[in-house]
């Protein structure tokens, strides 16, 4: 099929919803972006950032790749990062996991991927310096699940790290970023209680 009909029909109706309840929506929007949260989550499709949060275009900045990895020198992600803190400002990052994550199961099997087992090897890296923990638990499920919660820790101290979040805590600004993970199971999203504010909660944390 060389056109997708369907899913054009489905963009003008969602366009007529909204402007049923804001008529000048579309028009605002077109002015200015000033969302308030930046949003690191995993490519899956069933994790939708926005719809989770209930929050409309324009309120969240999004980046999205396999297994929610950030990575000192990803280009890609890095630039999200200083786009969202230094020109819009945005004072909470989120950094999003979910349990059942392809991505994380796919880095500790035992089979070939391909490209990707270059990109899922961060947590791989993960899984060994963590293998004493991960290994009490028995059940193969939860083990990827304990393991998609230490990835997230471990990516919200990656974001901590970075010199553009370093810079603005250094002058003062308040940044906060929070590590949450998302159950596709039953839509609820769980805080993980790993939220880093300042660069001494940071070093805290990595003294760990
Ligand atoms: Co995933």
């Excluded at 059942?100 to 890296?125: F, Y």
């Excluded at 596709?184 to 300042?198: A, M």
């Amino acid at each position: 099929m060389k056109t997708l009909p369907q899913l054009f029909e489905n963009n003008q109706n969602w366009v007529s919803e909204i402007i049923r309840s804001d008529p000048a929506f579309f028009q605002k929007l077109s002015q200015q972006q000033a969302p308030k949260f930046l949003w690191i989550g995993c490519s899956d499709s069933r994790v939708p950032a926005n719809e989770i949060v209930g929050l409309l275009p324009g309120e969240m900045f999004v980046h999205r790749n396999v297994a929610n990895i950030v990575i000192h020198s990803d280009m890609n992600c890095l630039s999200v990062i200083q786009y969202a803190v230094e020109v819009l400002k945005i004072r909470h990052i989120i950094v999003c996991g979910h349990y059942g994550c392809g991505g994380v199961k796919a880095a500790i099997e035992n089979c070939s991927h391909g490209l990707i087992d270059n990109w899922l090897g961060h947590i791989r890296d993960i899984y060994r310096i963590r293998q004493k923990e991960l290994m009490l638990i028995v059940d193969d499920k939860k083990r990827v699940d304990r393991l998609c919660e230490l990835n997230v820790m471990e990516q919200v101290k990656n974001v901590g790290n970075t010199t553009f979040v370093r810079d603005a805590w250094a002058k003062g600004e308040s940044i906060v970023i929070h590590g949450w993970i998302y159950a596709i199971s039953n839509g609820f999203l769980k805080d993980l209680n790993f939220s880093i504010s300042s660069t001494k909660e940071l070093n805290e944390l990595e003294e760990k």
